[in-house]
């Protein structure tokens, strides 16, 4: 019952843009924090960027600010990741996660996830 489903991933150039959207259903969307992740092969996963659904207020990654911009459309519980300027080292699979209940939005502490779409940029 509980979905948080990603999609959008491609491959694309260096340099290129995607659009990454997460639908979520089953679990409580407003008020809360929204997260993107992502993870390459044989590496940790590592925090992209949040947003606060209520506030709006977000938080960015240094290897992705000003090239990476989060957003929610509340009214369809959806999540999204614009992506500028993409870049090799940007390749991995993206994840899209909300966090616990009763805590403060931050990067960690997320509970719920999906289950992942493929980003694959090419030099």
């Known amino acids: 019952q509980v979905r948080l489903a990603e999609s959008g991933g491609d491959s694309v150039q260096a340099g290129g843009s995607l659009k990454l959207s997460c639908v979520v259903s089953?679990?409580?969307?407003?008020?809360?924090?929204m997260a993107w992740f992502r993870q390459a092969p044989g590496k940790e996963r590592e925090w992209v960027a949040h947003?606060?659904?209520?506030?709006?207020?977000?938080n960015y990654a240094d290897s992705v600010k000003g090239r990476f911009s989060i957003s929610t459309d509340n009214a369809k519980k959806t999540l999204y990741l614009q992506m500028y300027a993409l870049k090799p080292e940007d390749t991995a699979v993206y994840y899209c996660?909300?966090?616990?209940?009763?805590?403060?939005?931050?990067?960690?502490?997320?509970?719920?996830w999906g289950q992942g779409t493929q980003v694959t940029v090419s030099s």
């Open positions: 089953g679990i409580t969307f407003n008020n809360r924090c």
């Open positions: 996660a909300r966090n616990q209940n009763n805590l403060p939005c931050s990067n960690t502490d997320f509970a719920y």
């Open positions: 947003i606060h659904t209520e506030l709006g207020s977000t």
